[in-house]
């Protein structure tokens, strides 16, 4: 009876190291499982990342873009201004030029186009227009 007992117990204690053998194998599945997919995590995170960075140069870029936006908006502000300033000065010359003649025109235009200075008589000329209007 002891010898049976015995069996019964070797008999048990085998199957308990199967159970065992089967739940570590199965755990060590797990594992692996595990170990994939947490690979596949870090590579989409570096994906990410990568990608995040490639979002933040971008960034950068249309914030220059953005700042040359505005400077070429100001400098078209400044040209409009110039330009309604040059239309004034056209006017004021044809004034100029109905009052004082052709020449004082051409000469005071010359002026202008060539950024000189003004001349004592083309100085007298404009005071006196600008005195009398």
């Known amino acids: 009876m002891n010898d049976k007992v015995c069996d019964q117990k070797t008999d048990l204690l085998i199957s308990n190291i199967g159970c065992l053998s ?18 596949e995590i870090l590579d989409h995170m570096k ?4 990608r995040l960075s490639e979002l933040e140069s971008q960034k950068v870029r249309m914030d220059r873009i953005e700042a040359r936006l505005y400077q070429l908006e100001c400098k078209m502000n400044k040209v409009d201004f110039l330009s309604d300033s040059r239309d004034w000065v056209g006017m004021f010359m044809t004034n100029l030029a109905g009052k004082y003649g052709e020449r004082e025109l ?3 235009e010359t002026v202008l186009e060539k950024e000189m200075d ?15 209007y």
């Open 22 to 39: 089967d739940t570590l194998k199965s755990a060590f599945e797990l594992v692996d499982k595990q170990a994939e997919i947490t690979i």
């Open 118 to 132: 003004l001349t004592d008589h083309e100085i007298k000329s404009i005071q006196s227009y600008i005195i009398i």
């Open 106 to 108: 051409f000469d005071a």
């Open 47 to 50: 994906r990410q990342e990568a």
